[in-house]
């Protein structure tokens, strides 16, 4: 199916709501270290509902631990200042979607790795500035996931 990778996420809640959404969607998230909670954060858990026990979670060191282990997909960053929208892609099984800290973003020494047409992005109205980090998970996966015809959804 499709991955999520969240590169280190600060708000539990956030995370908690994309495991959910994972478990719904049959996505696999990557978390990539220093996580801004531990795992066991009770936000985190409440957010996740049961759903945490339906989820493929993997956690990753660092940065370089996880793109070997996604060495073989094809990688997008999402990201504010893209030029790519994020439904003018044509998406396939195995893409994943790369989402920085709910702070700062992905930082640019991760950024500039990224090719123009796999820097995507939603669109905003002019004065604002980003939507909540679990809300862009959910819009992107949704996307991809429709693409492919919702497999395994009812």
């Keep these: 199916m499709y991955n999520i990778i969240l590169y280190q996420?600060?708000?539990?809640?956030?995370?908690?709501?994309?495991?959910?959404?994972?478990?719904?969607?049959?996505?696999?998230?990557?978390?990539?270290?220093?996580?801004g909670f531990p795992l066991k954060d009770k936000q985190l858990l409440r957010a996740g509902?049961?759903?945490?026990?339906?989820?493929?979670?993997?956690?990753?060191?660092?940065?370089?631990?996880?793109?070997?282990?996604?060495?073989?997909?094809?990688i997008f960053a999402i990201t504010t200042k893209g030029k790519q929208r994020y439904d003018k892609v044509a998406y396939a099984a195995g893409d994943t979607f790369l989402f920085g800290t709910e702070s700062r973003g992905l930082p640019s020494h991760i950024m500039d790795t990224f090719p123009e047409q796999h820097r995507i992005r939603i669109p905003l109205v002019a004065t604002s500035r980003s939507l909540n980090l679990s809300n862009t998970v959910a819009i992107i996966a949704y996307e991809a996931w429709r693409q492919a015809s919702f497999p395994m959804g009812s």
Excluded at 50 to 70: G, M, R
């Design 9 to 35: 996420p600060e708000i539990p809640p956030n995370t908690g709501n994309i495991i959910r959404l994972c478990a719904n969607t049959g996505m696999q998230l990557h978390l990539v270290k220093p996580l």
């Design 49 to 74: 509902l049961d759903y945490h026990e339906f989820a493929q979670i993997k956690v990753h060191n660092s940065w370089t631990d996880c793109c070997q282990s996604l060495q073989s997909h094809r």
